[in-house]
Nanobody, 115 residues
Framework: QVQLVESGGGLVQPGGSLRLSCAASGIIFSSYDMGWYRQAPGKQRELVAGITSGGVTNYANSVKGRFTISRDNAKKTVYLQMNSLKFEDTAIYYC?????????WGQGIQVTVSS
């Protein structure tokens, strides 16, 4: 079965850094577009960063210059490097794999930015 397993979340101070990882199984990873989404309390889920099967990246305006998405097809893993973290980055972060018509989600992982 398809599994997307996130790791690397936790509590960090403002201005700090975290790297999220998402390890995939049960899919031909190199054929999928991958993305990171987040959902804060009381807000809609939003796309944070995406990377296509060909390696093209895109970012939400709120994280441009601070976050970097990358993928390692040999490890079937997508990463989100988060620098200069802000209070408003606090959310549950979800890994997504998409190749029409298929769409898969990880379990979500908490990122809390707090002093």
């Amino acid at each position: 079965q398809v599994q997307l397993v996130e790791s690397g979340g936790g509590l960090v101070q403002p201005g700090g850094s975290l790297r999220l990882s998402c390890a995939a199984s049960g899919i031909i990873f190199s054929s999928y577009d991958m993305g990171w989404y987040r959902q804060a309390p009381g807000k809609q889920r939003e796309l944070v960063a995406g990377i296509t099967s060909g390696g093209v990246t895109n970012y939400a305006n709120s994280v441009k210059g601070r976050f970097t998405i990358s993928r390692d097809n040999a490890k079937k893993t997508v990463y989100l490097q988060m620098n200069s973290l802000k209070f408003e980055d606090t959310a549950i972060y979800y890994c997504n794999a998409k190749r029409s018509p298929w769409n898969y989600w990880g379990q979500g992982i908490q990122v809390t930015v707090s002093s």
